[in-house]
């Protein structure tokens, strides 16, 4: 299990470097990511999330099924992902995420995505996701430029979460999963 970054750590800030495909031990940090992020219950994680400066992220939409039933499950393992077009009708979705816990935002994204990616066996791909997959997609894709989904909020959001976002950089607000604020 690793452990979660939460707001306030200096890495959730950074843009993610590159990483390259021939990494030791790169298999086995992904498996630790899933394994992490199905702990905490989430449906993605970044390896900033971790503590890692690495353009790389892990999603798993499975947990969706039961409440959105129309949704397409995928898992899969995303390496030095090059955004090519964000598309479609805004939608807004009630997130939340593993490094800001208890704060749940309504967040407006796009709803199509076409990313170019490694994946886990090293083959370059380039896909369309669309819904709540290119959700997670773009949310993930924020946590390797540096940015939280509270950036994206209206200003008056921002006023409301912020003594939440100190309470977590703080300490005082502790999540169910073992992590670190700094």
């Not at 099924?65 to 397409?72: A, G, I, L, N, Q």
Request: a negative charge; aromatic letters at 8%; charged letters at 30%.
């Amino acid at each position: 299990m690793l452990t979660i970054c939460v707001f306030g750590h200096p890495v959730l800030r950074k843009k993610a470097n590159e990483i390259s495909f021939e990494e030791p031990q790169l298999q086995e940090f992904i498996d630790e990511m899933f394994e992490t992020m199905y702990n905490a219950e989430g449906v993605g994680l970044a390896a900033p999330q971790v503590g890692r400066s690495w353009q790389l992220f892990v999603i798993d939409t499975h947990a969706f099924k039961e409440t959105y039933p129309d949704v397409e499950e995928m898992k899969e393992v995303f390496i030095n992902p090059v955004v090519e077009e964000i598309s479609g009708e805004d939608f807004s979705f009630n997130e939340g995420c593993l490094s800001l816990p208890e704060i749940r935002e309504d967040v407006v994204r796009k709803s199509e995505l076409i990313l170019t990616y490694t994946n886990r066996n090293g083959e370059r791909k380039t896909t369309h996701f669309i819904g709540l997959v290119a959700r997670v997609i773009l949310h993930e894709l924020d946590h390797l430029e540096g940015h939280v989904f509270t950036d994206r909020v209206s200003s008056i959001r921002k006023m409301i979460v912020k003594k939440k976002l100190n309470d977590i950089a703080s300490g005082k607000t502790k999540p169910k999963y073992k992590s670190k604020n700094n």
